[in-house]
Structure formats: structure tokens, C-alpha cells
């Protein structure tokens, strides 16, 4: 069993920064792309980044390009969102995420931290 845990959500104000990390573990761990997600009260889950661990590729959404960056730490099976100027409408919780792209180019989410809160105040 793979298990996801989140660290470093808390509470903010607008323009501020905050760092996320998401560390991997179990002896079967062998995803290939780590990402984030993010959901506000009441909406749908959003896709904000991901990584490729084989490949030194990443994807951005478009809300959150210039201002977050995601990074690798291979050794540790660990990721990192730094998030900065932060804006109200980024507070949601975020979820990391691990899983494989498939033959046909489309990413498997298989493994689901349980979030941690990102709080922006104005």
C-alpha cells in the first residue's frame, strides 16, 4: 500500500507564500508522476500541476503558471508546490497525488493523500 502524506498548508494573506510538500512511501511506490490538486467548498477538484519523475517534464495549470512552481526530490520520493502571490481564490484544500501515464499518453491518479488546507485572507 502507497500512502501520501501532505504537509504544510496553513493560513496566508493575499500575496504571501506558502510551501507544500507530499512524501511518498511503501516498498511499492513506483508512480511516475506526482502532482496536485485542489478543491474549494462546493466546487470540483482541480487539477493545478504535476511532475514526471523519468522524465524532467511538468504541467501547469493555467490559474496558478508563474506563480507556483512544483519540484522533485528523487531520494526522498518527495514533491514540493511553492506557491507565491498568493490570491484569495487559491484557498482550497490541496490533495497530492501519485500515478502513471498510460500507453495512450493519459495519466492514472492511483494513490490520493487525504489534503491539506490552504487558507488566503484578504
Known amino acids: 500500500q502507497v500512502q501520501l502524506v501532505e504537509s504544510g498548508g496553513g493560513l496566508v494573506q493575499a500575496g504571501g507564500s506558502l510551501r507544500l510538500s507530499c512524501a511518498a512511501s511503501?516498498?511499492?511506490?513506483?508512480?511516475?508522476?506526482m502532482g496536485w490538486f485542489r478543491q474549494a467548498p462546493g466546487k470540483e477538484r482541480d487539477f493545478v500541476v504535476a511532475?514526471?519523475?523519468?522524465?524532467?517534464?511538468?504541467y501547469y495549470a493555467d490559474s496558478v503558471k508563474g506563480r507556483f512552481t512544483i519540484s522533485r526530490d528523487n531520494a526522498k520520493n518527495t514533491v514540493h508546490l511553492q506557491m507565491n502571490s498568493l490570491k484569495p481564490e487559491d484557498a482550497a484544500v490541496y490533495y497530492c497525488?501519485?500515478?502513471?501515464?498510460?500507453?495512450?499518453?493519459?495519466?492514472?491518479?492511483?494513490?490520493w493523500g487525504q489534503g491539506t488546507q490552504v487558507t488566503v485572507s484578504s
Open positions: 511532475i514526471s519523475w523519468s522524465v524532467d517534464s511538468t
Open positions: 497525488a501519485a500515478g502513471d501515464v498510460d500507453v495512450e499518453g493519459a495519466t492514472h491518479w492511483d494513490y
Open positions: 511503501g516498498r511499492t511506490f513506483s508512480s511516475d508522476v
